[in-house]
């Protein structure tokens, strides 16, 4: 059974779509999207999560991104 989000569907779509829409406008590779957005990723489990959960949040994110792309859910 999914996890219900505490953020609406419409406040992650809309920054998702900025978020796109700068990618797009940059004209960015995927390569290149996929490094900068994993960048971001780091820098904020680094700067917002303290060091003894920084490893268990980065494996759930992990966990998380390949049941996104095979279509599992939690």
């Known amino acids: 059974m999914p996890i219900p989000s505490k953020y609406?569907?419409?406040?992650?779509?809309?920054l998702m779509n900025q978020?796109?829409?700068?990618?797009?406008?940059?004209?960015v590779t995927t390569?290149?999207?996929?490094m900068v957005l994993g960048n971001m990723v780091s820098h904020i489990i680094?700067?917002?999560v303290s060091e003894a959960a920084q490893k268990d949040i980065a494996r759930?994110?992990?966990q998380a991104?390949?049941?996104s792309?095979?279509?599992?859910?939690h």
């Open 65 to 67: 991104l390949q049941d």
């Open 69 to 73: 792309v095979s279509g599992r859910s």
């Open 46 to 48: 680094r700067t917002s």
């Open 19 to 27: 978020l796109l829409d700068q990618l797009r406008q940059q004209q």
């Open 8 to 14: 609406s569907t419409a406040q992650i779509e809309t």
């Open 60 to 62: 759930q994110f992990a």
């Open 31 to 34: 390569e290149m999207s996929l």
